[in-house]
Nanobody
Framework: QVQLVESGGGLVQAGGSLRLSCVAS????????MAWFRQTPGNERRFVAA????????SYADSVKGRFTISRDNAKNTVYLQMNSLKPEDTAVYYC???????????????????WGQGTQVTVSS
């Protein structure tokens, strides 16, 4: 069992930056592919970014490419999402997720993830 705890959300003005963190329990963090998804009220949870368990492959949603960066520190059991040039449309609850078997073709699918955090709210004001 893996527990994921997100932090770093908050209120920021458009154009600002935030860094989200997700700390995972357990000693097998390095074997999980990790991702960030986001969700707004009444909508499905949508893929934001993912990093493969080896950390050498990353994937981003088109809407965040060039603005967001996902990274991981396996020594700290932590995955990060650096969000720059934030826009009001980035406002959402952001969720961290862990997968034991996601491949390059399934990293963006919620069904590929086995564990989820509780979410952290990000609000971008205009």
């Amino acid at each position: 069992q893996v527990q994921l705890v997100e932090s770093g959300g908050g209120l920021v003005q458009a154009g600002g930056s935030l860094r989200l963190s997700c700390v995972a329990s357990g000693r097998t963090f390095s074997s999980y592919s990790m991702a960030w998804f986001r969700q707004t009220p009444g909508n499905e949870r949508r893929f934001v970014a993912a990093v493969w368990w080896r950390g050498v492959f990353t994937s981003y949603a088109d809407s965040v490419k060039g603005r967001f960066t996902i990274s991981r520190d396996n020594a700290k059991n932590t995955v990060y999402l650096q969000m720059n040039s934030l826009k009001p449309e980035d406002t959402a609850v952001y969720y961290c997720a862990a997968s034991t078997g996601a491949g390059a073709n399934t990293l963006a699918q919620t069904s590929a993830y086995d564990y989820w955090g509780q979410g952290t709210q990000v609000t971008v004001s205009s």
